[in-house]
């Protein structure tokens, strides 16, 4: 069966308006599956927490959180769109991102499959295209969803 996946709505950044479908971007993709199901709104809860920052994140485009509804519960993570490396990596270096970090270490498995494209390139045939902040987005939750089901693999 395949996974129940329950998004948010796209949360933008600074570098929306800068940022066009064509133009290249860091497009990070993460996961994190806890131990035990009951931990799993605590994660949301703090990716949540996260996002209230995220129109203020230098080089930040784009945000997504999902989770998987599935008959587990212990799947969540994000979709992240940057301008470029560096912008995310400033970011997972931030002091509140580093403490969400440490309080869920070891209580489940991360993994992120970060990718430098462009949104258009994520396309597949018939592609429809959800046009904010003059962003091709579609194009980039399909991507991740072919992540989350395991049509494309996490490398």
């Known amino acids: ?39 799993t709104p605590a994660v949301a809860a703090a990716g949540f927490r996260l996002r209230r920052s995220w129109p203020l994140t230098p080089g930040a485009v784009a945000v997504r959180l999902w989770m998987d509804t599935g008959p587990r519960l212990d799947r969540s993570g994000s979709v992240t769109v940057w301008t470029d490396q560096a912008s995310l990596m400033r970011f997972v270096a931030r002091p509140d991102h580093t403490r969400v970090v440490r309080a869920f270490r070891g209580r489940g498995v991360m993994r992120s499959l970060p990718r430098e494209t462009t949104p258009a390139a994520l396309s597949g045939p018939g592609a429809r295209s959800e046009s904010a902040a003059g962003h091709l987005l579609d194009p980039v939750w399909a991507y991740t969803e072919r992540i989350l089901t395991g049509a494309e693999p996490w490398d």
Do not use: N, Q
């Not at 796209?10 to 800068?18: N, S």
């Not at 940022?19 to 199901?37: I, L, Y």
């Open 1 to 39: 069966m395949p996974p129940a996946i329950r998004k948010t709505s796209w949360t933008f950044g600074p570098a929306a308006h800068d940022t066009g479908p064509g133009s290249a971007v860091v497009v990070s993709v993460t996961e994190f599956v806890t131990h035990r199901p009951w931990g």
